[in-house]
Every structure is written in C-alpha cells, then in structure tokens.
Nanobody
Framework: QGQLVESGGGLVQAGGSLRLSCTASARTYVDYHMAWFLQAPGKEREFVAAISGNSDNTYYTDAVKGRFTISRDNAKNTVYLQMNGLKPEDTSVYYC??????????????????WGQGTQVTVSS
C-alpha cells in the first residue's frame, strides 16, 4: 500500500490558523474516504473529519464544525485540513487516514486501512 505523508503542523497562538496537508505516494486513493484524526498524549485516537472520494460528502466531529474544513485534490493525491479559530484544546498530533467505511457520519479508527505518520499541532493560549 502507498504511504501518506502529512505536513503543515506547527505552533500557533489561539485564534490562529493552520493548514495541514497529506500527500499519498505509490497509489491514488480516489476510491477511499480520506480522514483526519487526532491523538492527545495518553488518549485514544479520535475522528476529526472525513471526505468522500469525489468530495461530494464531508463529515466533521461536533468540536470542529464551523472552524475546520476538509478538502481534497485528487489530481495531486492530496487531502487538506484547514483549521481556523484554533483553541489550546486542539493541541494534538494529527493523523491522515484512508478508509472505505463511514458510519453515522464518522470513520472509526478500526476501519482505517492506511495511516500517515502524524504531524504535531500546538496551540498556545
């Protein structure tokens, strides 16, 4: 299977913005949902957002609705997460993921076929 490589993480002040990117190598994922998860220290990996293969459908966890936007460019094999209005509680490692299953508007981490390596997002107060 191909790799997923994230970029764009960093340190930002509360209220600021970041855009995460995830680029696939070795193969395309147009037939997959692409998603972002986060994992804080000592906690389980949590669903953040997902997008269908043709971008017709997007899904968000309640905590990020209205602040984060997921998008994809299949020609570039890249999925993005635009994060606006960042809060200190958004601080986490963010992981890109590819999977085929969406249930009740979210992707379960157990249904992920391919994970990226993660990128750190730190929001200072």
């Amino acid at each position: 299977q191909g790799q997923l490589v994230e970029s764009g993480g960093g340190l930002v002040q509360a209220g600021g913005s970041l855009r995460l990117s995830c680029t696939a190598s070795a193969r395309t994922y147009v037939d997959y949902h692409m998603a972002w998860f986060l994992q804080a220290p000592g906690k389980e990996r949590e669903f953040v957002a997902a997008i269908s293969g043709n971008s017709d459908n997007t899904y968000y966890t309640d905590a990020v609705k209205g602040r984060f936007t997921i998008s994809r460019d299949n020609a570039k094999n890249t999925v993005y997460l635009q994060m606006n209005g960042l809060k200190p509680e958004d601080t986490s490692v963010y992981y890109c993921a590819a999977g085929r299953i969406i249930v009740r508007g979210r992707m379960d981490s157990r249904d992920v076929d391919v994970w990226g390596q993660g990128t750190q997002v730190t929001v200072s107060s």
